[in-house]
């Protein structure tokens, strides 16, 4: 059985919406592709078989806190990560970046790397690219993620952005001299240069002549203003290679994952499905359901039509499990994954048949039904070419 | 119906017999055991129920189910068992291992195994050897250590898994025992095996 290292794929395009065949080392993924987050090598309450059964085929694990716990020895002892947590699709791993954000008053970031605090024990971590590399290389994961220096994209420091965009591209290079397995992982490259073209266009050139398998756009969805945003997410859908795949980090609402198509993105991460579904809430076409809610009580009409979960558990037997039972979390969790799957399946298929422009309009539709259509949003899609 | 009485043998009769009359009923509980009460004081007060009420009706006991205090109330003509026995054992990260079905004169083996331990850090054997659950079949007892250690939902999950897969199969072997006549010996070397 020889395994692919990867191969992408465009088999069709509505202006820039790609539907592609990535294939990794673990299999083909369809794209546009949402992967759920299991950061501790787990997708909270789900075994490997529920996940697949929700149509995963491609998740995310977290090098920072797998190498905190139980390490990256472990899990290189083990035998990697698939085989650790029995998951037999493909695994992209995050390279820690991102904890210098979510976890800025627990690091300290330097030329060197990032000394990083434990949360959990308050031990001491020097994450640098190459002790990165290193566990990203223990873990095994299918794609690993460059170390990148990132900045909060709400901060106003322009000269810390300057410096977070021109010492990432240090890092790559050291990340790339550190892999110690190019044959069968791939690295991706992040480019990073916070709201501001110049220092993205800057990023981009230098990060596309390092020749990577795969590119993501990194630095965003940190609260910033969505007018920048989808800017920022254009520019660099223009700019980068159109034969490798395009990962926009950090975004997971319907809304983010439809115009971020339009714009030209393949691959897409977020905790929110998996964390709202804990707070009880559901994913439907309509919007959020809050099953915690009262008027949920005794309410006998099935959960949504779209996932197997939806199908077989009422709101009213939701209502009761939400939050107070781990089931609820866990059937819960299922339906929101299957339910992006199932919607991802449809937006690929809309750009396959050549009606991703009315996928779009009835998306839009049916989330605001009082026409009340975010500017942003509005302003994004007539820049990919769709009119609302 | 259920037959209270606490420790009071005569009560607990009197209450027996008069649920036993009716009719209507369809089966019976002995409730209120493993209160503080000696394991013998409990064998009086099940003969003392068990003599008086209809034989062909099921009988329930609510307990803390485990095996041992099961296999003694087997033997005293309990039928179904409330118990919260597998539960216990998952919340607080352990795994029922005790042997299923012992041979007579089988040296103890300790019937439940602490996956919290460090020792289990790198090791690749499944929770329990043989076991056909969910999580034996899948999962390694590093795998389980790993997700007790950060908290994760999956760690109850696959040990409810096992644990009432496994307290199932217990039942079986009971089961197979009385309809074959040898749940005596079944009893004893299953006492002589557990630790």
């Known amino acids: 059985w020889h395994a692919l290292l990867i191969s992408f794929e465009v088999t069709a395009m509505w202006n820039g919406a790609r539907a592609s065949r990535l294939i990794l080392p673990h299999g083909l993924v369809h794209t546009p592709v949402f992967m759920p987050v299991g950061t501790q090598g787990t997708i909270k309450g789900l075994t490997s078989e529920q996940i697949k059964a929700c149509g995963c085929r491609l998740i995310l694990s977290n090098t920072y806190h797998l190498g905190n716990r139980p390490g990256g020895e472990v899990v290189d002892e083990m035998g990697g990560i698939h085989k650790f947590m029995r998951w037999d699709g493909n695994l992209l791993t995050d390279s820690g970046g991102f904890q210098m954000v979510s976890l800025l008053k627990l690091a300290r970031i330097t030329e060197e790397g990032v000394l990083f605090q434990s949360p959990v024990n308050g031990s001491e971590m020097l994450l640098t690219p190459e002790r990165s590399m290193e566990i990203q290389n223990q873990i095994g994961s299918d794609i690993m993620m460059a170390l990148d220096d990132v900045c909060p994209s709400t901060s106003e420091d322009m000269k810390r952005f300057e410096e977070a965009t021109y010492r990432t591209l240090r890092w790559i290079d050291r990340c790339i001299k550190a892999h110690k397995k190019p044959h069968i992982q791939n690295l991706y490259g992040i480019v990073q240069g916070g709201l501001d073209p110049k220092l993205r266009e800057i990023s981009l050139k230098e990060m596309i002549q390092r020749n990577l398998p795969g590119y993501a756009i990194g630095g965003l969805a940190g609260g910033e203003d969505k007018a920048l945003f989808w800017r920022v997410v254009k520019q660099c859908c223009d700019h980068l290679p159109k034969n490798k795949p395009r990962y926009l980090m950090g975004v997971g609402y319907t809304l983010d994952l439809v115009v971020c198509s339009a714009l030209g993105c393949d691959q897409f991460d977020c905790v929110f499905p998996a964390r709202t579904a804990r707070f009880g809430t559901a994913m439907t076409k309509q919007g959020l359901v809050k099953l915690k809610k009262r008027e949920y009580r005794g309410d006998k009409t099935l959960l949504d039509p779209s996932t197997q979960v939806g199908r077989s558990y009422t709101r009213g037997y939701l209502h009761e499990l939400a939050t107070r039972e781990a089931t609820g979390s866990m059937l819960l969790t299922m339906h929101n994954i299957e339910f992006l799957q199932n919607f991802m399946k449809e937006l690929r298929e809309s750009i396959r048949n050549g009606s991703f422009p009315d996928f779009v309009r009835d998306f839009m539709k049916t989330e605001h039904p009082d026409g009340n259509y975010p500017k942003w949003a509005v302003n994004a899609l007539k820049a990919a070419g769709i009119d609302l | ?195």
């Not at chain 2, 019976?28 to 003969?47: K, N, P, W």
């Not at chain 2, 040990?159 to 072997?173: G, I, K």
């Open chain 2, 1 to 195: 119906g259920v037959i209270e009485g606490g420790n009071d043998l005569k009560g607990r009769g009197v209450c027996a017999k008069a649920l036993g009359e009716i009719k209507e009923l369809d089966g019976f509980v002995i409730a209120g055991l493993h209160l503080g009460e000696s394991s013998e004081d409990r064998e009086r007060i099940i003969r003392e129920v068990t003599a008086v009420l209809p034989s062909e009706k099921p009988l329930i006991s609510t307990s803390k189910g485990t095996p041992l205090s099961v296999l003694h109330e087997v033997s005293l003509g309990v039928d179904v068992f409330e118990s919260q026995y597998p539960e216990l054992l998952t919340r607080i990260g352990h795994a029922a291992c005790f042997a299923l079905n012992p041979k007579a004169g089988d040296a103890p083996r300790p019937s439940k195994l602490n996956l919290w331990d460090p020792k289990y850090k790198v090791d690749k054997s499944p929770v329990v050897a043989g076991c056909c659950c969910y999580t034996c079949k899948t999962y390694t007892k590093a795998y389980l250590h790993h997700l007790l250690n950060t908290h994760e939902m999956l760690a109850q999950v696959s040990l409810q898994l096992h644990n009432v897969f496994y307290y199932q199969r217990f039942f079986v072997h009971i089961r197979s025992a009385v309809k074959e006549d040898r749940f005596a010996a079944y009893r004893s070397a299953f006492e002589g095996a557990f630790e």
